[in-house]
């Protein structure tokens, strides 16, 4: 029973990371009906910035404190996404309005090959540590009831309270605040918003902006588990079958969705892995998505699309 | 209408063209529209008063004439600036925000007024808060004039549609907009609701003098409650004046009549 606890919640440590991965692509596509193929890459774009920032920072200011370090850093790279979101609306998505959903896709996939390699040309190639100081001691809970109780990293509760924290403000943000609520205006009708006079320029800047936040946290949280490194960019893959179960446009659904992905997979390992000779956490995502596919098009939360006909 | 007093032109529309492709949606179109006045645009399907309308409100770009508002002269309108400049408009489609609360829909229209940043609207304290309240306000007076009260968190996409086309019109009071766009306000309603629409539409023109420019082909409605009328007929216009001079046209009654005179 402690070993289950234990794999579960491993699963959903690791399927929060993925909700956030998938939130952004939730964002991005409710607001512009854009499928932003390069979510992932601005994963591994703002987490390589936060770590050469953090490494960069201390001795351009003659800082000693680290935690100072952390936070410059952290803003530098908001402020990078910030930049990235302002061009992207600049350079690609202000031509590309009222294109096809498929051109625009094909854009985005140009964005991601130049992230990756822009990217890696100015932050560097290797793999980075960033050390926000997360504990790394693991801790065992329950001792009372299991024997030997549940191993718990530490690192993962943090990351799991940032994770909810980031989500409870985007909520915050979108239902409480006159912008929040041109947002959701935007992502329900194009041309009725331009006719109460929301700019939807604007409009998509803060969208790419907010999606490129929770990429950063992301990216940080991933990149301080792991290390930065090119790979962090597959993540973005783990959180297509997260979509497709949750629906593309409900934030719900992403965060949901991210979380079954984890557990399944980590349960599916453990308890059937054995039966099959294991290495089932790799397809199992992808799996559940097809079943999905076949019997829930929309998702557990997503729109279903009624055509007039 | 004997209270109301007709002034200036505000919009003056001058010799537009617009084709798609080789199909001529609007020729050489010229009209004006007084403040304060109910302008009605009629023709039979495919007349191009859809069209015309887009092109004030800047969804089309004509390729001939200009548009004056205000005494400034456009080539093309941008949607934004139209809506800055005080032009709001409803649609014949319903183009509301089906997710969001009747409410919402509406606060969306104060969207241009709201002045306070994000970082206070965040937090909800101080001056955002008392703004927000005071729009929040101004809104509720729209929905009790529509008398929409009852569904006033209902998100609107479960709402009939009669009830949908006055929640669209409230989003486009909430602009507190001095030209008023109306495409097909009655387009499929009954005679009540069709009524209905008609006292909301002269309320707002008469009370807050709003000026009002309606497209319809149902001509019954139009000749009630416009001032002047203009008529369309696949692309061209064919008469101008008020209902009393526009009913007697022959070119408007064989238009819509079809008979050969």
Same mark, same amino acid.
């Given at each position: 029973?402690?070993?289950?606890?234990?794999?579960?919640?491993?699963?959903?440590? @690791?399927?929060?990371l993925?909700?956030?991965?998938?939130?952004?692509?939730?964002?991005?596509f409710?607001?512009?009906?854009?499928?932003?193929?390069?979510?992932?890459?601005?994963?591994?774009?703002?987490?390589?910035?936060?770590?050469?920032?953090?490494?960069?920072?201390?001795?351009?200011?003659?800082?000693e404190?680290?935690?100072?370090?952390?936070?410059?850093?952290?803003?530098?790279?908001? @402020?990078?996404?910030?930049?990235?979101?302002?061009?992207?609306?600049r350079?690609?998505l202000?031509h590309l309005?009222?294109?096809?959903?498929?051109?625009?896709?094909?854009?985005?996939?140009?964005?991601?090959?130049?992230?990756?390699?822009?990217?890696?040309?100015?932050?560097?190639s290797?793999?980075?540590?960033?050390?926000?100081?997360?504990?790394?001691?693991?801790?065992?809970?329950?001792?009372?009831?299991?024997?030997?109780?549940?191993?718990?990293?530490l690192e993962?509760?943090?990351?799991?309270?940032?994770?909810?924290?980031?989500?409870?403000?985007?909520?915050l943000?979108?239902?409480?605040?006159?912008?929040?609520?041109?947002?959701?205006?935007?992502?329900?009708?194009?041309?009725?918003?331009?006719?109460v006079?929301?700019?939807?320029?604007?409009?998509?800047?803060?969208?790419?902006?907010?999606?490129?936040?929770?990429?950063?946290?992301?990216?940080?949280?991933?990149?301080?588990?792991?290390?930065?490194?090119?790979?962090?960019?597959?993540?973005?893959?783990?959180?297509?079958?997260?979509?497709i179960?949750?629906?593309?446009?409900s934030?719900?659904?992403?965060?949901?969705?991210?979380l079954?992905?984890?557990?399944?997979?980590?349960?599916?390992?453990?308890?059937?892995?054995?039966?099959?000779?294991?290495?089932?956490?790799?397809?199992?995502?992808?799996?559940?998505?097809?079943?999905?596919?076949?019997?829930?098009?929309?998702?557990?939360?997503?729109?279903?699309?009624?055509?007039?006909? | 209408?004997?209270?109301?007093?007709?002034?200036?032109v505000?919009l003056?529309?001058?010799?537009?063209?617009?084709?798609?492709?080789?199909?001529?949606?609007?020729?050489?179109?010229?009209?004006?529209?007084?403040?304060?006045?109910?302008?009605?645009?009629?023709?039979?399907?495919?007349?191009?008063?859809?069209?015309?309308?887009?092109?004030?409100?800047?969804?089309?770009?004509?390729?001939?004439?200009?548009?004056?508002?205000?005494?400034q002269?456009?080539?093309?309108?941008?949607?934004?600036?139209?809506?800055?400049?005080?032009?709001?408009r409803?649609?014949?489609?319903?183009?509301?925000?089906?997710?969001?609360?009747v409410?919402?829909n509406i606060?969306?229209g104060?969207?241009?007024?709201?002045?306070?940043?994000?970082?206070?609207?965040?937090?909800?304290?101080?001056?955002?808060?008392?703004?927000?309240?005071?729009?929040?306000?101004f809104?509720?007076?729209?929905?009790?004039?529509?008398?929409?009260?009852?569904y006033?968190?209902?998100?609107?996409?479960q709402?009939p549609?009669?009830?949908?086309?006055?929640?669209?019109?409230?989003?486009a009071?909430?602009?507190?907009?001095?030209?008023?766009?109306?495409?097909?306000?009655?387009?499929?309603?009954?005679v009540?609701?069709?009524?209905?629409?008609?006292?909301?539409?002269?309320?707002?023109n008469?009370?807050?003098?709003?000026?009002?420019?309606?497209?319809?082909?149902?001509?019954?409605?139009?000749?009630?409650?416009?001032?002047?009328?203009?008529?369309?007929?696949?692309?061209?216009?064919?008469?101008?004046?008020?209902?009393d001079?526009?009913?007697?046209?022959?070119?408007?009654?064989?238009?819509?009549?079809?008979?050969?005179?």
């Amino acid at each position: 029973m402690a070993f289950f606890l234990e794999t579960l919640l491993g699963g959903l440590m @690791a399927g929060m990371l993925y909700s956030l991965v998938a939130l952004g692509f939730v964002l991005i596509f409710k607001a512009s009906g854009v499928f932003n193929f390069a979510q992932g890459a601005m994963v591994l774009f703002a987490a390589l910035a936060m770590a050469r920032f953090a490494e960069w920072v201390p001795g351009w200011l003659g800082l000693e404190s680290k935690y100072l370090g952390n936070v410059i850093a952290f803003v530098l790279a908001a @402020a990078l996404m910030f930049v990235l979101a302002w061009l992207i609306e600049r350079l690609v998505l202000r031509h590309l309005v009222n294109q096809e959903g498929v051109t625009l896709l094909m854009a985005t996939l140009g964005i991601t090959y130049f992230l990756d390699g822009f990217g890696q040309t100015i932050f560097g190639s290797a793999i980075y540590k960033i050390d926000v100081g997360m504990p790394k001691e693991p801790v065992f809970l329950l001792q009372g009831t299991f024997q030997g109780g549940v191993l718990v990293n530490l690192e993962d509760v943090y990351a799991a309270c940032v994770a909810t924290l980031l989500v409870a403000l985007l909520s915050l943000f979108f239902q409480k605040t006159s912008t929040g609520r041109a947002l959701r205006a935007v992502a329900d009708d194009h041309q009725a918003a331009q006719s109460v006079g929301i700019p939807l320029n604007r409009i998509w800047v803060i969208v790419w902006f907010v999606a490129g936040i929770t990429a950063l946290v992301a990216g940080i949280i991933w990149g301080s588990k792991l290390g930065v490194q090119f790979s962090l960019t597959t993540v973005a893959l783990r959180a297509l079958p997260v979509i497709i179960l949750g629906g593309l446009t409900s934030v719900p659904g992403a965060i949901i969705g991210g979380l079954i992905i984890g557990v399944g997979e980590k349960l599916s390992e453990v308890y059937l892995g054995p039966f099959v000779g294991g290495g089932i956490e790799i397809w199992f995502a992808y799996m559940l998505a097809l079943v999905f596919l076949l019997f829930r098009p929309q998702g557990l939360f997503g729109e279903k699309i009624i055509d007039r006909v | 209408m004997s209270a109301k007093k007709i002034g200036d032109v505000v919009l003056d529309v001058k010799n537009i063209s617009l084709s798609f492709g080789g199909v001529k949606a609007l020729a050489d179109i010229s009209f004006d529209v007084r403040e304060h006045e109910v302008r009605a645009i009629i023709g039979p399907n495919g007349a191009g008063k859809s069209s015309m309308l887009n092109c004030i409100n800047g969804v089309y770009t004509p390729q001939q004439g200009t548009i004056s508002f205000m005494g400034q002269t456009f080539d093309h309108m941008d949607s934004h600036q139209v809506a800055v400049m005080g032009i709001a408009r409803t649609f014949q489609n319903l183009a509301l925000f089906k997710g969001m609360s009747v409410i919402d829909n509406i606060m969306t229209g104060r969207n241009l007024r709201i002045k306070s940043n994000l970082f206070w609207q965040a937090l909800r304290i101080g001056p955002a808060q008392r703004e927000e309240e005071r729009h929040r306000e101004f809104v509720e007076h729209i929905i009790d004039f529509l008398e929409i009260q009852a569904y006033r968190k209902t998100p609107v996409g479960q709402l009939p549609y009669g009830l949908q086309k006055r929640v669209d019109l409230g989003r486009a009071l909430a602009m507190e907009p001095r030209v008023l766009l109306l495409d097909e306000p009655m387009a499929g309603m009954n005679v009540e609701e069709k009524q209905d629409m008609c006292r909301f539409v002269l309320d707002v023109n008469q009370e807050y003098g709003t000026t009002v420019v309606l497209i319809e082909h149902d001509m019954s409605v139009v000749m009630d409650i416009s001032d002047r009328v203009v008529v369309l007929d696949y692309g061209k216009k064919i008469g101008d004046g008020t209902p009393d001079e526009v009913r007697n046209n022959k070119e408007v009654i064989s238009a819509y009549l079809g008979i050969s005179h």
